[in-house]
């Protein structure tokens, strides 16, 4: 069964209206220029009551190592998701603090998935993500999934960019044995950072089936 993770949250009521659905992960983005950026809204205490099956998953872009780790301890986070271009450096020194990492890559037609490999070693899972000029996902586009065939790496990944309702039934033509789940954002979205909770419990449903 496929992963479900469930990224840009915000809202405390929000965040526990989505835990009943019980997600793999929920994603908070402590980006400064994502339209779903956390700023002083991201209650801890909400973070901290929320299930330990519920990975809680931090999401940064080119962030220092000192900031990363005072943040994944601030909010009591499970995961660190590395958006930018973070080097293979401060993946082994955040798996050395005991953090589990997530990193992005951007792909389109020509994407080389030999970048991937040297990263292993330090990361649990990729997440493959559409290229798009200018910014760092949610920007709701696919890919042409189709190219993850070329992906023969042996860490598992999970897919985001553009998933909706309406093309759920593509994601059963991946083959990749190590498709492990999805991100979702936003396309499940009443406004930025603020989730439809009636589209995700449809989504829940047919992905949990």
Known sequence: MLKIKVCGMRDSQNILALAELQPDFMGFIFYEKSA???????DKKTL??????????????NEKFEILLKTCKEFNLDFVQLHG??????????????LKIIKV???????DFAETTPFETFIDYFLFDTKADGGYG?????FDWQILDNYTGEKPFLLAGGISLENLEDLKKIRNMNFAGIDVNSKFEISPANKNIEAL????EKIRI
Do not use: Y
């Open 105 to 111: 890559f951007s792909i389109d037609n020509s994407f």
């Open 201 to 204: 419990k449809e989504l829940f």
């Open 138 to 142: 949610g920007h709701g586009k696919t």
């Open 48 to 61: 901290k009551s929320l299930p330990k099956n519920i990975k809680k998953t931090g999401v940064f872009v």
């Open 36 to 42: 779903r950026f956390t700023g002083d809204i991201l």
């Open 85 to 98: 271009n973070e080097t293979i450096g401060l993946c082994e020194k955040l798996k050395s603090e005991g």
